[in-house]
């Protein structure tokens, strides 16, 4: 729980920092797309945390590039 705790301290002084002040220069497009990937980033890093398994995204993306490409398995 210390890894949790030292990630949602970095977390918040990266928000405070860098993020507050992006917002009031009205970069509005960079803020919300920092915020999406911190938000994935941070649920993906708790759920690691609790040892909760993430299913791959490899084969769905394999079969995409499979399907599209016309490939044979």
Do not use: E
């Not at 890894?3 to 220069?25: E, G, H, N, W």
């Not at 009205?26 to 299913?55: C, G, M, Q």
Request: one cysteine or more; a positive charge.
């Amino acid at each position: 729980m210390i890894i949790l705790a030292l990630c949602s301290l970095t977390i918040f002084l990266f928000v405070l920092f860098d993020l507050i002040p992006l917002y009031r220069k009205k970069k509005r497009k960079a803020f919300w797309i920092y915020i999406i990937l911190i938000f994935f980033a941070y649920t993906s890093h708790v759920l690691y945390i609790l040892d909760i398994k993430i299913p791959s995204p490899a084969t769905p993306i394999k079969k995409l590039v499979i399907y599209i490409w016309g490939l044979q398995n």
